[in-house]
């Protein structure tokens, strides 16, 4: 098999219609320029805010003071009143820059997304405004403050014309952008005049910064309607809605400073606004900076990787379970200190150890599980393969010799998902079989005895020439067995690896076969739910009676049947997790096995199609967890820039089995073959 092309390197249909795409990165000066002026803005930020903590506290136990009264009213204390609102500034400006960190840390060579990372950290203190209680008195160090503050507050309307791909959309958005610009320049060298907003009168203030606001809003709305491909919309759509949210928020919180003069005055009205509306301004300006990072972590936003970020969440789940776990320890061990009386104090904290250490693991477990189903949509159970790891032990020849009603075990020929295969010979007819063996350790157990004889009974009422035939199958002596056709051939995954990329005849007359089998399965009411190249064996004869010359393959032979799901029938035996291989798997059979149809087996024609053609599979990775969120989140690589003597046609087609909703792929395999050309 060819070596897989590194992930960074994968190619995705461009959006030809629309124009849009990816510019191209930041490379050489430029590169290095601009990330150092980032890693100095964000150093500044931090020092800042560091730099304000005292000052601040200081200045909200002076506002304190005058709310004394209303304090007292509703019995917070002052410092209760100071630390509260410094919680909260801590916490939006901490939320800014982990994601601003998080974006540069992981793609900081496109312009786009050091300007986002960028417009994130001056966001935070556009918002939280930790400068305005320090150094009040400096004007040089005042002076520089407001102008991160102009950059800020310009940059963020920026944003909302040319997110996601650094394009102005639509065109006149540019012109606004510029004067824009110019405008925030002017606020800079003449801070002094009209041109700053901070000058003007309050109403007229909020008026243009609505409008301004409004304006990036619509512009996100058109590019969402109009240009945006498939993929960007599913990237996006949280973002606009963030957007939308936060502008609603904006307008809420400003209302009542305009409106109702009583919010000004001290009293228990503005202590009423700042300790409700200051905690709903701030959650509604972190909407936008959380929906990016949820498009980042669900929709692998800007080919950030998905999986570092669903590392960091796990490790950051760990970190805080272990927190609450020793702070448990300590609860526990006071608990046993007070029911003896104090004298057990060592037995107490080895008990609340044993407790807590047992619990860690099964909780740690639930809450990554909790993850993978609420933020990533996987709900089915996997684990990390470990090299040379297999579902049973034992060497897989130890019936042979042993007979099977009329038939004789001869050869050993290899393991599937929950089966041993031999060969067999009946012992009248000399015929020789395929015996599937269902081992000892699944045996034992009742739901692998009844997946085992429902895929016997499936296959039997199916009658194609492209799915393997079964002559018989039984249960003697605690041995449960199947007799099927013996494929005298390998099967798709050994060629894949010996001739892989395959020319597109050869493919094509293979894929063909086996989706005219899906097709026969689906009318029969059979959802296969396995495909993938282990389950396709070939007849070979060299070439004579093949309907393509040079090509050495006869018949192609679709075979194990043992997760099929019966469509209108009652049964759904899913219990041991056994529902597909996790790199053929289609997003809905990741999200609910128990909900597919034919569209399902026909994604994963599209990934043994795409692994046919270019030698790789559209979605490679080492960790399970990684393969299963691309199948839900990742676009599928286009694959003319793989194979450039393929026809659009093919590519076209291989896009469209590969699409995450049902609905826009293709409703029969026989229909994915056929647009292929």
Request: net charge neutral.
């Amino acid at each position: 098999m060819t070596t897989a092309p590194a992930q960074e390197n994968i190619v995705f249909k461009p959006d030809t219609e629309h124009g849009t795409g990816t510019p191209a990165p930041l490379d050489g000066f430029w590169l290095i320029a601009v990330r150092g002026l980032w890693v100095v803005l964000a150093i500044g930020i931090v020092a800042v805010f560091a730099l304000s903590i005292t000052s601040r506290y200081d200045q909200l136990m002076g506002l304190a003071r005058t709310l004394s009264a209303s304090l007292q009213q509703l019995t917070i204390s002052p410092h209760g009143f100071a630390i509260y609102i410094s919680f909260l500034d801590t916490v939006t400006l901490g939320a800014c820059l982990a994601i601003a960190i998080v974006i540069f840390t992981r793609k900081s060579h496109d312009w786009i997304t050091i300007f986002v990372s960028s417009m994130l950290l001056l966001f935070g203190l556009v918002v939280v405004r930790p400068a305005d209680a320090i150094l009040t008195a400096d004007p040089l160090v005042r002076r520089m403050i407001d102008v991160v503050r102009f950059l800020g507050t310009g940059a963020v309307i920026i944003f909302m014309f040319v997110f996601p791909d650094g394009r102005f959309v639509p065109r006149w958005s540019a012109v606004v952008s510029g004067l824009l610009s110019l405008w925030v320049l002017g606020w800079i060298v003449a801070p002094d005049t009209l041109i700053n907003m901070d000058n003007w009168l309050p109403l007229a203030r909020l008026a243009v910064l609505i409008g301004l606001l409004l304006t990036g809003i619509i512009a996100q709305v058109y590019r969402y309607e109009e240009t945006s491909s498939q993929s960007q919309k599913r990237q996006t759509k949280w973002v606009v809605l963030g957007l939308s949210l936060a502008f609603a928020g904006f307008v809420i919180f400003q209302t009542p400073l305009l409106t109702i003069p009583a919010v000004m005055s001290p009293g228990l009205p503005r202590l009423i606004y700042i300790g409700l509306g200051v905690p709903f301004f701030y959650a509604s300006m972190l909407l936008l900076p959380i929906t990016i990072a949820f498009s980042i972590t669900r929709y692998r936003l800007w080919d950030i990787d998905f999986l570092i970020n669903r590392s960091l969440i796990y490790g950051s789940l760990t970190i805080g379970l272990g927190i609450v776990f020793l702070i448990s320890v300590f609860v526990l061990q006071q608990a046993f200190q007070m029911i003896t009386g104090g004298q057990q104090s060592p037995l107490a904290l080895a008990v609340g150890t044993l407790i807590i250490g047992a619990l860690f693991q099964p909780t740690r477990t639930a809450l990554r599980r909790f993850v993978d189903r609420r933020l990533y949509g996987i709900n089915l159970h996997y684990r990390t393969p470990q090299p040379g790891s297999d579902l049973w032990e034992g060497p897989g020849g130890e019936l042979i010799g042993t007979a099977l009603g009329a038939y004789v075990v001869e050869t050993h020929l290899g393991r599937g998902g929950m089966a041993d295969v031999y060969k067999g010979r009946h012992v009248t007819m000399h015929r020789t079989v395929a015996l599937k063996i269902l081992p000892a350790i699944f045996a034992k157990e009742a739901d692998f005895r009844r997946r085992f004889l429902r895929e016997a009974e499936t296959i039997s009422k199916l009658n194609h020439p492209n799915i393997v035939q079964i002559y018989d199958y039984g249960e003697e002596n605690d041995i449960y067995y199947m007799v099927m056709e013996y494929i005298d051939g390998p099967d798709l995954a050994d060629v894949i690896r010996l001739r892989a990329p395959m020319r597109f005849a050869e493919a094509k007359l293979i894929l063909s076969q086996i989706a005219s089998a899906l097709d026969y399965a689906h009318d029969q009411g059979v959802i296969h739910r396995d495909i993938k190249p282990s389950n396709i064996m070939l007849h070979e004869t060299s070439g004579r009676g093949t309907a393509v010359p040079g090509v050495t393959t006869e018949r192609a032979v679709l075979t194990d049947f043992g997760i099929a799901k019966m469509l209108g029938g009652s049964t759904r035996i899913t219990g041991t997790g056994l529902i597909g291989t996790f790199d053929y798997m289609a997003p809905e059979q990741i999200k609910d096995s128990g909900e597919v149809d034919a569209r399902t087996d026909v994604y994963a024609l599209g990934v043994v199609a795409f692994h046919m053609l270019t030698g790789r599979l559209p979605f490679p990775a080492s960790h399970p967890g990684a393969v299963l969120i691309a199948h839900l989140q990742q676009p599928a690589p286009y694959l003319l820039p793989l194979r450039s003597e393929l026809s659009e046609d093919t590519a076209d087609a291989v896009l469209r089995a590969l699409e995450k909703d049902p609905s826009h792929r293709f409703s029969s395999a026989g229909a994915f073959i056929a647009a292929m050309g």
